[in-house]
Each structure stands twice: as structure tokens, then as C-alpha cells.
């Protein structure tokens, strides 16, 4: 599961799509975590969908990891400034690879 505490434990070390990524990165296999409110471990991310269908607000978007040994796409937080706290992506999730910062 993702680490609720990725801030603390980990460094920004990039952005993409206006939010920031957490590392350690080293493509394609690691990826490490996008976004902060809204926050995806890409590393654990297998492309389920459910969030992707799920959010009232719309805020992920898929994006290509061609190479990852989890997945080839990833749902991205692209508009986690959108997100409204319903927790449902948390909820659905069937590995955990989201964290929401209701706080
Ligand atoms: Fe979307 Fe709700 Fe998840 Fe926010 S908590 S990203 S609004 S599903
Ligand atoms: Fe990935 Fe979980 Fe969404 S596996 S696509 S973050 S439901
Ligand atoms: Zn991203």
C-alpha cells in the first residue's frame, strides 16, 4: 500500500501534469508516487481503473509507462486541485495505490 507519510519519507524530485513526484525514480521501472492531495504510487498502481471511473470530479487521467513491470498505464492525479475528499478512489483501489489527504 501506499505509504500515508510519502512526505515525510520521500523527496520531490520532479512535476508532471502542474502536480509534484515524489521519488526515488528511475524509469521505466520505478516511477514513485504523483501528486500530494491526491497522491498515486505508480510502483503499485495495475491499472485497475476503478478510481479512473469512479471520481465524481474527474480527476485522473491516464497516462502511458510503457515498461513498468505493474502496469503499461497508470492513473494520473492530473486535476487533484478538483478533488472534493469523497474518498472513493481510496475506497476502490484494490492495492491501495492511492492516498487522500481529507485533512
Ligand atoms: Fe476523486 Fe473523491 Fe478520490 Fe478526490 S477523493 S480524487 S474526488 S474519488
Ligand atoms: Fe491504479 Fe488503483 Fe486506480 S490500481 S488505476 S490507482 S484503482
Ligand atoms: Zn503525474
Redesign the pocket.
Known sequence: AIDPQFTENREQVDEHNGHSVWGPVDEPEELGIHGTH?AVDFDICLADGA?VE???????EWVDTPGHPESEEKAD?AN?A?????????DVCPVDA?D?D?G
Open positions: 491526491v478510481c469512479d471520481c465524481p470530479v474527474d480527476v485522473f492525479p487533484e478538483q478533488c472534493i475528499d469523497c474518498m472513493l478512489c481510496v492511492i487522500v481529507a
